[in-house]
């Protein structure tokens, strides 16, 4: 996937906007998915994925957890499902950044510099995740519970409207795990990258009810 390299200018303005303002607005738009009938996407296991128990935690909830291992790089891959219980889609994007902030801020275990997110290419989101928009970051040295033994983390968002965001982590202790080239690219041979595409947004039809794809 490529990259805007602008980093959500709405973020910036989450430095200014009081706490208890901030938890009113998000707090009305998204939630913990309890449910597949509320929300869901679909997996897809390569031969390097295999299903481990999810990690309990204080920071954020998880909602699949898998182990990942390629040419002797270990990781993990984890996904955090949110449901979209907004009505109103006029400040979308401004509570979905909120949400992001938030959540980065809480498995880092550190104020996040909002420069070091980037935006996707919404057509790119559509394409290869079947989302609306994105973003990402790569954080080091995190000192979270979330991020207990690991050293590097990959972190991606995506936002499927009228259904809700996703929130996926690519955990890792060595760089060779990600393949990240001089120049930015990623390997092709890297673990994170073969078992990148590995889910989508499931659609729904005029009833609600989920496609089977």
Same mark, same amino acid.
Not at 33 to 59: A, C, G, P
């Given at each position: 996937?490529?990259?805007?390299?602008?980093?959500?200018?709405?973020?910036?303005?989450?430095?200014?906007?009081?706490?208890?303002?901030?938890?009113?607005? =998000?707090?009305?738009? +998204? $939630? *913990?998915?309890?449910?597949?009938?509320?929300?869901?996407?679909? /997996?897809? @296991?390569?031969? &390097? #994925?295999?299903?481990?128990?999810?990690?309990?935690?204080?920071?954020?909830? =998880?909602?699949?957890? +898998? $182990? *990942?291992?390629?040419?002797?790089?270990?990781?993990?891959?984890? /996904?955090? @499902?949110?449901? &979209? #219980?907004?009505?109103?889609?006029?400040?979308?994007?401004?509570?979905?950044?909120?949400?992001?902030?938030?959540? *980065?801020?809480?498995?880092?275990?550190?104020?996040?510099?909002?420069?070091?997110?980037?935006?996707?290419?919404?057509?790119?989101?559509?394409?290869?995740?079947?989302?609306?928009?994105?973003?990402?970051?790569?954080?080091?040295?995190?000192?979270?519970?979330?991020?207990?033994?690991?050293?590097?983390?990959?972190?991606?968002?995506?936002?499927?409207?009228?259904?809700?965001?996703?929130?996926?982590?690519?955990?890792?202790?060595?760089?060779?795990?990600?393949?990240?080239?001089?120049?930015?690219?990623?390997?092709?041979?890297?673990?994170?990258?073969?078992?990148?595409?590995?889910?989508?947004?499931?659609?729904?039809?005029?009833?609600?009810?989920?496609?089977?794809?």
């Amino acid at each position: 996937m490529k990259l805007n390299k602008k980093m959500l200018i709405v973020l910036s303005i989450l430095f200014i906007v009081d706490v208890t303002c901030f938890a009113k607005i =998000i707090g009305s738009r +998204f $939630k *913990i998915t309890e449910s597949e009938k509320e929300f869901d996407v679909i /997996y897809y @296991l390569t031969e &390097d #994925m295999k299903v481990e128990q999810n990690k309990q935690n204080n920071d954020v909830n =998880i909602t699949q957890t +898998f $182990k *990942i291992e390629k040419n002797g790089q270990k990781g993990e891959l984890r /996904y955090s @499902l949110f449901t &979209d #219980m907004g009505e109103d889609d006029s400040d979308i994007k401004m509570q979905y950044a909120m949400w992001v902030f938030m959540c *980065i801020n809480n498995i880092a275990g550190f104020e996040v510099p909002s420069n070091i997110i980037s935006s996707f290419n919404d057509n790119d989101v559509k394409n290869e995740f079947n989302g609306n928009f994105g973003c990402t970051a790569f954080l080091q040295d995190p000192k979270s519970e979330y991020s207990e033994g690991y050293k590097y983390m990959m972190v991606e968002f995506f936002y499927k409207e009228k259904q809700g965001l996703v929130m996926r982590v690519f955990l890792f202790n060595g760089i060779d795990f990600a393949g990240i080239n001089e120049d930015g690219s990623i390997s092709a041979e890297s673990p994170l990258f073969t078992n990148y595409h590995t889910f989508r947004f499931m659609e729904k039809d005029e009833n609600g009810n989920f496609i089977d794809e």
